[in-house]
């Protein structure tokens, strides 16, 4: 099976502009989630999506936001950027009991 | 809620021998699982090893091996005949048995293999 897809691998975006990125879970797995990590935080868990439906949500401003489609792929969104959001957004999947998450690559996101 | 340690930020081993990474939880809770998943410098985070709290045996794979405390609330890693490749950042994660919860990981433990 093909692993968890993330696009684009790279962003650089300055700040107050907004940004989308894209998660294409493993086939089958219908639940994803959103982490970001950075040097001094760690890694931030920030929503989960199953069948469409957000089931969990982080201590992230509404200006983070996600989405879920009848195919599970997932996207997230960030609006007006800060320098702070400066990170790598990882997404993971989980199959039908969520017992264990598969990382995609990660998307690097840079704000200027 | 739920919290996981890992007391050491960062670790050094020599190649060939074998190093043993800390992690611990705190749960009030009796079914959930573990995992240890290995992330290399500017590579993809996988999974490592994968342990269930209701099984008393210690999972193992390959070179990896773990030791599940569940009364102490511990879950080590052991990396024996440590390789170049496991040069990596080293999280432990949990994650709740009951319904709806998500992963909570611990900050890391950054591991160099010494040549």
């Known amino acids: 099976k093909a692993g968890v897809t993330q696009t684009p691998r790279y962003l650089i975006k300055t700040r107050g502009q907004q940004v989308t990125l894209s998660c294409s879970p493993i086939?089958?797995?219908?639940?994803v989630s959103w982490y970001q990590q950075t040097p001094g935080q760690g890694l931030q868990f920030l929503f989960e999506y199953f069948s469409e439906t957000q089931r969990n949500k982080g201590n992230f401003p509404g200006r983070f936001s996600g989405r879920q489609f009848s195919n599970s792929r997932s996207e997230m969104n960030v609006s007006t950027l800060e320098l702070g959001d400066s990170a790598l957004y990882l997404c993971?999947?989980?199959?039908?009991?969520?017992?264990?998450?598969?990382f995609g690559p990660g998307t690097r996101l840079t704000v200027l | 809620a739920q919290t996981v340690t890992q007391s050491q930020p960062e670790m050094s081993v020599q190649e060939a021998e074998t190093v043993t990474l800390s992690c611990t939880y705190d749960t009030s809770e009796s079914d959930y699982y573990l995992f240890w998943y290995k992330q290399p410098p500017s590579r993809q985070m996988i999974l490592v090893i994968r342990q269930e709290a209701y099984k008393q045996q210690n999972a193992t794979e390959n070179r990896f091996s773990v030791n599940f405390q569940k009364a102490a609330k511990s879950f080590s890693l052991k990396i024996s005949d440590s390789q170049l490749g496991d040069a990596a950042m080293y999280f432990c994660?949990?994650?709740?048995?009951?319904?709806?919860?998500?992963?909570?990981f611990g900050p890391g433990t950054r591991l160099s293999v010494l040549p």
């Open positions: 994660a949990y994650r709740s048995a009951g319904y709806g919860q998500n992963f909570v």
């Open positions: 993971a999947s989980s199959g039908q009991f969520r017992d264990t998450q598969y």
């Open positions: 086939s089958g797995h219908r639940s």
